[in-house]
């Protein structure tokens, strides 16, 4: 029989146990996102995915550059 580590609570980087919740993460980490409404984490997101969008396509048009 394997054990695969199947029922064992993930750790965080500093050795605090983490509850399984949808995201892992501490009991502390839960307690500041607790802060943070619904409206915000929106806001959070689409500010990060055009950021990232805008990352990707200035790499895309670098390799379109070299490849020329």
Do not use: C, Y
């Amino acid at each position: 029989m394997s054990d695969r580590g199947q029922g064992r609570k993930p750790i965080s980087p500093t050795g605090e146990v983490m509850k399984p919740r949808q995201i892992r993460m501490t009991d502390a980490q839960w307690e500041d996102a607790q802060f943070i409404t619904m409206d915000e984490v929106r806001r959070l997101i689409v500010k990060e995915a055009k950021r990232l969008r805008s990352a990707s396509s200035r790499i895309a048009g670098q390799e379109k550059k070299e490849n020329t």
